[in-house]
């Protein structure tokens, strides 16, 4: 199946500080989809992006899906610590079909 | 509030013996799914369902056999557990529609070792 190239693996930063990270695909999604999975729980659906060019807000967070339909980045302004987590990139084909990056691991410093 | 509830947090088997993870969910939801998550491969699908009854191979499947007999309970089967399917399980489920998102809610996960 696709592969979902996502970056970084891991992220060590200091709290206040922005965080940026990619997903990217050799094939096309029609959503991309950002989730976070909190220690010992399952991932919670942060941001849904549907079309190309789309940016999206959610608080702190920002995620835009590329044009090419191939890629889409999160932002997040002025972590805190709760934003420890792992954070995984999801494209999705259709209704049964979803590929998942490999997370990237948040860990933020007070 | 969707819920999904998975049966256990943590188990540990043997190899070789037979496991049974349940998964519920209680609203009512058609698509049913189980991933497992290793680190550094994100979450890979074993299998789904999208009806009572109903299975579709993941991109995973080999070791693994489901079973839907009420719609809002999905269990995943190990018939021979073997070490290399120690990890964590996850099951998420969806509303089916056509041509439209709908997100997927997912379990606590099922944290499972096998020695």
New interface residues.
């Given amino acids: 199946?696709q592969q979902?190239n996502?970056s970084p693996?891991s992220m060590f930063i200091q709290e206040g500080e922005d965080v940026s990270m990619n997903c990217t695909s050799s094939s096309i999604f029609?959503?991309w989809?950002w989730y976070k999975q909190d220690p010992?729980?399952?991932?919670?659906?942060l941001i849904?992006l549907?079309k190309a060019g789309e940016l999206t807000s959610n608080g702190r967070l920002t995620a835009q899906f590329g044009i090419t339909r191939k890629d889409s980045f999160l932002n997040i302004s002025a972590s805190i610590p709760s934003d420890v987590g792992i954070y995984?990139c999801?494209g999705?084909l259709?209704?049964?079909d979803?590929r998942?990056?490999?997370?990237t691991r948040l860990t933020v410093k007070p | 509030d969707v819920k999904?509830t998975q049966s256990s947090?943590y188990l540990v088997k043997r190899t070789g013996e037979k496991v049974f993870l349940e998964c519920v969910q209680d609203m009512d939801h058609e698509?049913m799914f189980w991933?497992r998550q290793d680190p550094?491969?994100?979450?890979?699908?074993i299998y789904?369902s999208?009806d009572v009854k109903m299975k579709?191979k993941g991109?995973i499947p080999e070791g693994y056999s489901v079973s839907r007999e009420k719609k809002e309970r999905f269990s995943l089967i190990l018939e021979s557990a073997s070490t290399n399917q120690t990890s964590m399980y996850?099951c998420?489920s969806?509303l089916?529609?056509?041509?439209s998102?709908?997100?997927?809610y997912?379990?606590?996960?099922t944290r499972l070792t096998v020695l």
Avoid: C, W
Wanted: without cysteine; negative net charge; proline residues 4%.
């Fill in positions: 199946g979902l996502q693996q029609n959503t989809l010992g729980e399952g991932p919670v659906l849904a549907y995984f999801a999705q259709d209704n049964n979803m998942f990056g490999a997370g | 999904v947090r698509n991933y550094g491969l994100g979450l890979r699908l789904f999208y579709e991109d996850l998420a969806s089916r529609t056509s041509g998102f709908v997100t997927q997912f379990g606590p996960g």
